[in-house]
C-alpha cells in the first residue's frame, strides 16, 4: 500500500489546517507543496521553521485519535472505485456518513463534516 494512502490527501490536509487543526502536535508526516515528508528526517525533527509552507498529513489512526466516540469507519463493497471507504457517526439516532477511496480521507471527510457543522471544535479551541 502506498504512503499517500494511508494519510489525508493535499486537499482535505489544506481543509484541516483551515478549519484550525493542529498542525505541529504528534504528526509523524507533512505535504510540502505537493509532496509528501516524512517530518523526522526531511523536515529536521520538528524544526520546520516556516509552518506555513507544511501542511499535516494525518494518518489513519491520527485522524481516529481526532474523531468522536461512536464513529466507525469500514470498507465497503468495492462498488466503485470512488468509493471504497464508508466513515460514519452516530448520534441521537441520526448516523451520518462520508465516503471515500482511502479510508484516511472517509474519516478526514467526517472530521470536516462535524467541525463545519459545530458538531465539534478543534482541540484546542475545545480545552
Given amino acids: ?12 490536509a489544506k481543509k484541516l ?3 484550525g487543526i493542529d498542525q505541529e502536535a504528534g ?3 507533512y505535504w510540502h507543496k505537493d509532496k509528501l515528508v516524512f517530518a523526522h528526517s526531511e523536515c529536521g525533527n520538528h524544526a ?3 509552518w506555513n509552507n507544511y501542511i499535516a498529513a494525518f494518518t489513519v ?8 466516540r461512536f464513529y466507525e469507519s469500514h ?3 468495492g ?3 470512488e468509493i471504497e471507504w464508508t466513515c460514519q457517526y452516530k448520534e441521537d439516532g441520526k448516523v451520518t456518513h462520508q465516503v471515500s477511496n482511502t479510508e484516511a480521507d472517509a474519516r478526514a471527510k467526517m ?5 463545519e457543522n459545530g458538531l465539534m471544535k478543534p482541540e484546542k479551541e475545545a480545552a
Avoid at 500500500?1 to 482535505?12: A, F, H, I, K, N
Avoid at 489512526?61 to 468522536?68: H, N, R, V
Avoid at 472530521?111 to 467541525?115: A, D, E, W
Fill in 48 to 50: 520546520i521553521g516556516d
Fill in 1 to 12: 500500500m502506498r504512503l499517500e494512502d494511508q494519510v489525508v490527501s493535499l486537499e482535505l
Fill in 79 to 81: 462498488i466503485t472505485p
Fill in 27 to 29: 504528526c509523524g508526516f
Fill in 111 to 115: 472530521l470536516v463534516y462535524l467541525l
Fill in 61 to 68: 489512526a491520527e485522524l481516529g485519535e481526532m474523531l468522536p
Fill in 17 to 19: 489546517k483551515e478549519l
Fill in 75 to 77: 470498507r465497503t463493497n
